[in-house]
């Protein structure tokens, strides 16, 4: 289980989570939670829930949560992840694998430092991460509904889903990977639903968490290509005055 989902930016609800729980205890499953996502819910009403506030798991020994830093800290280089597992077992297999795949004692300390500092991220870090997130959400959604375009988005992680499925007259996959290409020949790179499994062709992942001024040229293209302009200029300059603030990734 994802939670918050990539691609499609899904919350479960701690009803959910606990009915996927009793299933997988009555059928003898082990679950993964990956809450990657975890810090990066920045709309307040999304109401997410990590699997650990639960009263209590059913099926504790067969319940493994993942986390790391680097989406909710845009940190993906530092290689930094957590594994929460009561099982025994599991903790001393995944043990041995570090023994060759360990951080360095280096990161491990700065690691420890960063997280020890609650007030920083709690009060400083994670409203301001919030507040970019959702300018730059806003501003992508206020961009997508300008076009006529659908799209789901739940006010957590770092993409839009969207639909672009009007776009493609036989509603193949062919066509999905055609169209990517031309927002690719036009210098945007979006991830297509296939990648993602989707059965139904036409869905796109958007990623948003970007600086304002790529973002209003990544619109710019999205809608050139769209409109079955030809190439799009690569001059940012009409973005520049966009940029308010330092939007992260
Ligand atoms: C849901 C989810 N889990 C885990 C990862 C892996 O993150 P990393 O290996 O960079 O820590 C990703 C990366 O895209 C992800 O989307």
């Known amino acids: 289980l994802i939670n918050p989902q990539n691609p499609l930016g899904d919350i479960y609800s701690p009803g959910e989570l606990r ?14 939670v990956d809450e990657v996502y975890m810090l990066s819910v920045f709309e307040k009403s999304a109401g997410y829930h990590s699997v650990l506030s639960l009263e209590g798991l059913p099926d504790p020994q067969r319940t493994h949560v993942m986390w790391a830093t680097s989406k ?4 993906s280089g530092l290689r930094f992840g957590t594994l929460y597992t009561e099982n025994r077992d599991v903790a001393t297999a995944v043990a041995s694998l570090c023994r060759y795949h360990s951080l360095s004692g280096l990161v491990q300390y700065q690691m420890a430092q960063l997280l020890r500092d ?17 300018a730059a959400h806003t501003y992508v959604s206020g961009e997508l ?6 799209f789901l988005s739940r006010g957590a992680g770092f ?20 169209l990517w290409r031309r927002f690719l020949d036009n210098k945007v790179l979006l991830s297509c639903g296939k990648a993602f499994q989707c059965k139904e ?15 209003c ?12 302009k030809s190439q799009v200029p690569d001059d940012p300059a009409s973005c520049q005055s966009q940029e308010s603030g330092n939007q992260r990734r």
Do not use: C
């Open 19 to 32: 009915d996927y729980l009793e299933f997988a205890k009555r059928h003898k499953l082990h679950v993964m």
């Open 72 to 75: 909710d800290f845009g940190m």
């Open 118 to 134: 609650r007030d920083w991220i709690n009060h400083v870090y994670l409203p301001e991460n919030h507040a970019r997130l959702k």
């Open 145 to 150: 509904r300008a076009l006529g375009i659908p």
């Open 159 to 178: 993409f839009i889903w969207v639909d672009l499925r009007k776009y493609l007259p036989e509603a193949t996959f062919k066509e999905e990977m055609l």
């Open 201 to 215: 062709p036409g869905w796109f992942r958007l990623v948003f968490s970007d600086k304002a001024h790529r973002l």
């Open 217 to 228: 040229l990544g619109m710019q293209r999205v809608r050139q290509v769209l409109e079955a």
